[in-house]
């Protein structure tokens, strides 16, 4: 018989506002799903992150996009919204696609309409700290960004107005946050939500609501969640590949470094970042990154506070050869 462990929660350290609400979600019997969505909201809602949310930070015309998806390793259930403009609990909505309509993933004016029928309110989404990273930064990589951001932001640049400039506010240009639970019983569900590339294309929608690319959880071999450049992931279905991958008998270490590695075929000029987490179906958990140093968030049913280990480092390229 499995051993039975304690309800589990791991997240992308930008997690570190809502996992100790979705820890407890599982103490109070919730489900893996419940805990998910609470702790994302909490991200969802937090001012002070750039990624995700309110206060994301906006398209090239300084709106902002919200996508976010959900998935149940039972039954392969899963809903996402894509392109939400001017509503806040996009993972919520992602829940309610899955759980109220034959479809999983709706987007733009569609997914607006739905929150609208869901009894959601309209909420200004770009704050004026937001506002101002957005602008500095557009101006900054025009003028003395590399190759690859000049030819992207010159190529939309007559969209956008001049009007400040503020170089001493870092701004990410993508950030994500990711949420895996796994209830007592073993029940996992994985949840990602963001603002998107910042700066992106309009219309623009990256892995986190794609499923197989930013999410994916199936409760016979484990469940994955992807942050960095979308791109990456859905051209390799990253999160679906490391449950593949661990379904055809690969430890989960073993597991994320392969579909990390995967990521090194890609002719991507603007290739950059991509982050893993991943929790396989007897709760051992994990993180990779393609940059050194990084972390992930973890805490359990019988911790008092979240630890925060370091992510497995896989570099985009592969080590130079000492011969
Ligand atoms: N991973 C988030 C995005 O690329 O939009």
Not at 90 to 116: C, N, Q, T, W, Y
Not at 152 to 163: C, E, N, P
């Amino acid at each position: 018989m499995a051993e039975i462990k304690p309800g589990l929660v791991v997240a992308s350290s930008n997690g570190r506002v809502g996992i100790t609400d979705a820890v407890d979600v599982l103490r109070a019997g919730g489900s893996a799903l419940e805990a998910v969505i609470s702790g994302i909201k909490l991200v969802e809602a937090n001012p002070n992150d750039h990624s995700v949310g309110f206060s994301g930070l906006p398209n090239l015309l300084g709106q902002v996009e919200l996508d976010a998806s959900v998935m149940v390793g039972e039954g392969l259930t899963a809903g996402a919204v894509g392109g939400l403009h001017d509503y806040q609990d996009a993972v919520e909505l992602a829940r309610m696609v899955m759980e109220e309509l034959p479809h999983s993933l709706i987007v733009g004016d569609g997914a607006k309409r739905f929150a609208s029928e869901m009894g959601k309110l309209p909420v200004e989404l770009l704050t004026e700290d937001a506002r101002q990273i957005w602008q500095a930064r557009l101006e900054r990589d025009q003028e003395t960004g590399d190759a690859s951001q000049r030819r992207f932001a010159q190529k939309i640049g007559a969209l956008v107005r001049r009007v400040s400039q503020d170089p001493e506010k870092p701004a990410p240009p993508h950030g994500t946050v990711n949420f895996i639970a796994r209830d007592r019983e073993g029940r996992l569900a994985v949840g990602v939500s963001t603002s998107g590339w910042a700066w992106k294309y309009p219309g623009r929608l990256g892995d986190s609501p794609i499923i197989g690319a930013g999410n994916y959880a199936d409760d016979r071999w484990g469940a994955a969640a992807c942050t960095g450049r979308g791109e990456m992931a859905m051209r390799c279905c990253t999160a679906h590949s490391v449950v593949t991958f661990m379904r055809f008998g690969m430890p989960l270490s073993e597991a994320l470094t392969t579909a990390m590695e995967d990521l090194r075929s890609l002719n991507d000029p603007y290739a950059s970042e991509m982050n893993i987490v991943a929790v396989d179906r007897d709760g051992n958990h994990s993180g990779a990154s393609t940059t050194a140093g990084k972390t992930y968030i973890f805490m359990d049913e019988s911790m008092e506070s979240y630890e925060e280990p370091t992510r497995m480092h896989v570099p985009l390229v592969d080590a130079p050869s000492l011969v």
